[in-house]
């Protein structure tokens, strides 16, 4: 079945810095990766998703590429703001029926001002 | 923040005793989820279900039950059998068709402690 890997565990950045945050799947037919974002206490949120058919997507600060060959994608985020601090996770395919999604242990970063 | 709501908030309960979480959404989406989040471990799918009346063991199915007998509805119930039950449980719900995969909408958790 899937395995995602995910790094780092936790990331502290200066508010304007870029925060970069990797995860690694291990089925090569794995062809959809979201990333959730978890603010404290709060209920985690799509913030954006990336299909096996790109390499790069984007949406303002924030955005995914995909490394099919490697069997890795990253969240990239720019000009950090605090409220960007929060647990981030991946996800990628489950096993079974289609729908079900496998997550990473989750990434938190927390942004200095 | 409506559309999938879960509750209660703030559950506790006895070694021993069975306990049942509700979650419900008015999104019309087909698909329903369960996952059980704890500290470092990020979320691991209990149970989920794609149609009324069906569903599906996660990875971590053991000591939990499910039913889906409403598409509004998707209950765990955690048992006895269930050996480290206190954590934070998310329910989500999903579109099914179109995209083989499709965003996952979570509810507000409810957070169990056994005593």
């Known amino acids: 079945g899937e395995n995602v890997e995910q790094h780092p565990s936790t990331l502290s950045v200066q508010e304007g810095d870029s925060a970069v945050i990797k995860c690694t799947y291990s089925d090569s037919a794995s062809n959809y990766f979201p990333w959730y974002k978890q603010e404290l206490g709060k209920r985690p949120q799509l913030i954006i998703d990336i299909r096996s058919n790109v390499g790069e997507k984007k949406d303002q600060r924030i955005a995914v590429t995909l490394n099919k060959t490697a069997k890795h994608f990253s969240l990239h985020i720019t000009e950090t703001q605090p409220e960007d601090s929060a647990v981030y996770f991946c996800?990628?395919?489950?096993?079974?029926?289609?729908?079900?999604?496998?997550f990473g242990k989750g990434t938190k970063l927390s942004v200095k001002p | 923040d409506g559309g999938i709501t879960q509750s209660p908030k703030y559950l506790f309960r006895k070694e021993g005793q069975n306990v049942t979480l509700s979650c419900e959404q008015n999104?019309?989406?087909?698909?329903m989820y369960w996952y059980r989040q704890d500290p470092g471990q990020g979320l691991r799918l209990i149970y989920y279900?794609?149609?009324?009346?069906?569903?599906q063991k996660g990875d971590i199915a053991e000591g939990y039950s499910v039913s889906r007998e409403k598409k509004e509805s998707f209950p765990l119930t955690v048992t006895s059998a269930q050996k480290n039950p206190t954590a934070f449980y998310l329910c989500a719900s999903s579109i099914v068709g179109g995209p083989s995969y499709n965003e996952q909408f979570f509810g507000p958790g409810t957070r169990l402690t056994v005593l």
């Open positions: 996800a990628a395919p489950g096993r079974g029926s289609q729908g079900n999604l496998i």
């Open positions: 999104l019309n989406h087909d698909a």
């Open positions: 279900s794609q149609i009324v009346n069906d569903f």
